[in-house]
């Protein structure tokens, strides 16, 4: 089942309410090998520090040791979210990145009408959007503004304060 009202953003699975993540291959080896690093070194120097606490004693009042479970705590959720991000990962399809509107994984030049600025961006999933490298989330402003648009297309955006924005598209790659 597709939900339509997020501009194919997600994709629900079955009844179990999971969504898709959309993500490059280059995105989907990030995660995994984030996942791999937290797996396999992370957990054994958390377990280390656990170890070593425990070693001086009255754990009631053993600041190290409540910093190591704290510090246990959040390595497995991570381990945990990337897991599920990785089981539900969608690769974005390359034959988006040339085409003659802008899909996920696209290129975009755009221009801001009001001051003739330039900027280029990557249109990605959200897990993969990154502003100092203008990498740009599709459930951004900007990037929900852009999907399927063509070049010449004029888009207008409000950005969260309220500001609207007016842009237009120069180039697709």
């Known amino acids: 089942m597709t939900d339509t009202t997020s501009l194919n ?15 490059t291959k280059e995105g989907l080896k990030k995660l995994q090998d984030e996942l791999d690093y937290l797996k396999n070194i992370r957990r054994r120097e958390v377990a280390d520090r656990l170890k070593e606490a425990i070693s001086y004693g009255d754990l009631s009042e053993n ?26 990962a969608k690769i974005i399809d390359d034959r988006h990145q040339h085409g003659a509107t802008v899909q996920l994984g696209s290129r975009v030049r755009i221009r801001n009408l009001s001051n003739n600025d330039q900027n280029e961006y990557v249109v990605v999933g959200s897990t993969e959007s990154d502003s100092l490298n203008n990498r740009i989330s599709n459930e951004s402003p900007v990037g929900k503004a852009l999907l399927d648009r063509k070049i010449k297309d004029k888009i207008e955006v409000r950005g969260p304060s309220g500001t609207i924005f007016h842009y237009e598209i120069l180039s697709i790659n």
């Open 63 to 88: 600041s190290e040791y409540e910093e190591a479970k704290n510090e246990q705590a959040f390595l497995e959720g991570r381990i945990l979210e990337l897991e599920d991000k990785i089981k539900f």
């Open 9 to 23: 953003s997600t994709i629900t699975i079955g009844d179990d309410d999971k969504k898709t993540i959309l993500v």
